[in-house]
Nanobody, 114 residues
Framework: VQLVESGGGLVQAGGSLTLSCAASGSIFGLNTMGWYRQAPGNQRELAATITISGTTNYEDSVKGRFTISRDNAKNTVYLQMNSLKPEDTAVYYC?????????WGQGTQVTVSS
């Protein structure tokens, strides 16, 4: 499975960004997709996930500010990020589960300036 991410960048605090991630290749059995993030010096952590049926899960610090969605026809997952804070600065990685295997994107940098 290949995952291609886009949409990262630099934004001021309070601003918005939308990340996209398109899956291709051996995607039969594609189920949960999601976004994880890793700030410098920190471990990679969950931001949000969404199952193929649309059930979502969010890390507490992003609830009410981030919205994850997906287009199953396009095998694409989105992360709408509003009210961004400097502490949201991180490399954001797309993740896709196909049966029992995990695939990761290359990561996209999100930088929020204060």
């Amino acid at each position: 499975v290949q995952l291609v991410e886009s949409g990262g960048g630099l934004v001021q605090a309070g601003g918005s960004l939308t990340l996209s991630c398109a899956a291709s290749g051996s995607i039969f059995g594609l189920n949960t997709m999601g976004w994880y993030r890793q700030a410098p010096g920190n471990q990679r952590e969950l931001a949000a996930t969404i199952t193929i049926s649309g059930t979502t899960n969010y890390e507490d610090s992003v609830k009410g500010r981030f919205t994850i969605s997906r287009d199953n026809a396009k095998n694409t997952v989105y992360l709408q990020m509003n009210s961004l804070k400097p502490e949201d600065t991180a490399v954001y990685y797309c993740n896709a589960k196909v049966f029992n295997s995990n695939s990761w994107g290359q990561g996209t940098q999100v930088t929020v300036s204060s």
